[in-house]
Nanobody, 116 residues
Framework: QVQLVESGGGLVQPGGSLRLSCAVS????????MGWYRQAPGNQRELLATITGTFTIGYADSVKGRFTISSDNAKNTVSLQMNSLKPEDTAVYYC??????????WGQGTQVTVSS
């Protein structure tokens, strides 16, 4: 059974940084496409960044240059380093795993609030 558990969310001031982590069990990060999404109230879930087992990485334009996705095969985790945070980055952030069959798994989400 695949399970994803996010951590690292919280309240941060504009311009600050947070690091989110996603612990994966029941599968391995290097055999799947891992991604980070977010969803703000009233908005659709938005893809932010992806990383594959061969470390191919992609970013949405809204976070390019500010967010960095990485994976740790030894710990079986995926992280999202978020810098220069803005109030519009406020959302629930979700970790996603997509396997070779196209099946997707989601974590429970972690709240990120950017406010002074």
């Amino acid at each position: 059974q695949v399970q994803l558990v996010e951590s690292g969310g919280g309240l941060v001031q504009p311009g600050g940084s947070l690091r989110l982590s996603c612990a994966v069990s029941g599968s391995t990060v290097n055999r799947n496409v891992m991604g980070w999404y977010r969803q703000a109230p009233g908005n659709q879930r938005e893809l932010l960044a992806t990383i594959t087992g061969t470390f191919t990485i992609g970013y949405a334009d809204s976070v390019k240059g500010r967010f960095t996705i990485s994976s740790d095969n030894a710990k079986n985790t995926v992280s999202l380093q978020m810098n220069s945070l803005k109030p519009e980055d406020t959302a629930v952030y979700y970790c996603n795993l997509e396997n070779s069959s196209g099946r997707r798994y989601w974590g429970q989400g972690t709240q990120v609030t950017v406010s002074s």
